[in-house]
């Protein structure tokens, strides 16, 4: 498993545990901080995210988390 990987899952978790607000910018460098890491990996895990829609993109490059999406079964 690459670091990428590694930080995709970690921060996935994170994500879907609501450790991060919704509309809360995400920051490469403080991700990079707590994952320990460069900021080639957390890039790579963000752009991974934003393809899932765990993420989004805003209109000043930022990235942050996507609301939860309820599906009716």
């Known amino acids: 498993m690459t670091r990428a990987e590694e930080v995709h899952r970690e921060l ?3 994500l879907l545990a609501g450790a991060f607000p919704y509309g809360q910018r995400l920051v490469e460098e403080q ?3 707590r ?5 080639t990996p957390v890039r790579e ?4 995210l934003e393809g899932d829609g765990h993420v989004v993109r805003d209109r000043a490059g ?3 988390p996507n609301a939860p999406r309820v ?3």
């Open 12 to 14: 996935r978790a994170a």
């Open 62 to 64: 930022g990235v942050r």
């Open 31 to 33: 991700l990079a901080e």
């Open 71 to 73: 599906s009716a079964m």
């Open 45 to 48: 895990a963000i752009r991974r």
């Open 35 to 39: 994952f320990e890491t460069s900021r």
